[in-house]
């Protein structure tokens, strides 16, 4: 009997959660602290997952070929690759041992700052677009996105620009920065391993 009432309980939360502001604080703290306690890497695995269904969704699912298979798969986690890339640039250019705040206590502390928001911004948003797909995951198998079917839109063109920008600037930031291989090499370590927490 306490089963049954506690599965009514619960059942009558699912059909209110969504009245109630209590729930929606909570939630938008666990997806704070998760996307600051958890590094890139991390987030880097969730959007690889995402695309790993979005393969399956458009090949096996669809039927679709290969080349739009990729073309979607593609534009579908552009935004989340993009944010991922900032972040990174975010992490590299701010990182305390870098030239850009290693200047003074007081930049350093703003850059501190900055770099937090800089990464757990890019997070959050690829945390937030991720869990929804994996809670609707039968909705999002079904529904086909205009990204197979029509050409290059202008927010994919700059999610493409941003790609393109943050690499260039990954690239040259041992020269840029005057950092030190070992210290970039660590700072992606430190912010791509998963399992680096």
């Known amino acids: 009997m306490e089963i049954q009432s506690a599965v009514s309980a619960l059942r009558a939360f699912a059909h209110r959660h969504d009245e109630m502001p209590a729930f929606h604080a909570g939630y938008l703290v666990l997806v704070v602290l998760t996307a600051a306690l958890l590094n890139l890497g991390v987030f880097a695995l969730l959007v690889a997952t995402h695309m790993s269904l979005d393969i399956v969704k458009y090949h096996d699912f669809h039927g679709f070929s290969w080349k739009l298979t990729a073309k979607g798969t593609l ?117 791509l391993i998963p399992w680096r927490l």
């Open 75 to 191: 534009r579908e986690s552009l935004i989340d690759v993009m944010l991922l890339l900032i972040g990174l640039v975010f992490a590299v250019y701010l990182h305390h041992g870098a030239g850009v705040i290693a200047l003074s206590g007081f930049l350093r502390a703003e850059g501190t700052i900055i770099r937090a928001l800089g990464m757990i911004i890019p997070k959050l948003e690829v945390f937030q677009h991720v869990l929804h797909i994996f809670l609707t995951t039968r909705e999002h198998l079904v529904v086909i996105e205009p990204a197979t079917t029509t050409g290059w839109s202008r927010l994919d063109c700059f999610c493409l620009g941003v790609i393109a920008l943050s690499g260039v600037l990954l690239v040259f930031a041992i020269p840029l920065l005057d950092l030190e291989p070992s210290l970039f090499q660590n700072i992606l370590t430190e912010e």
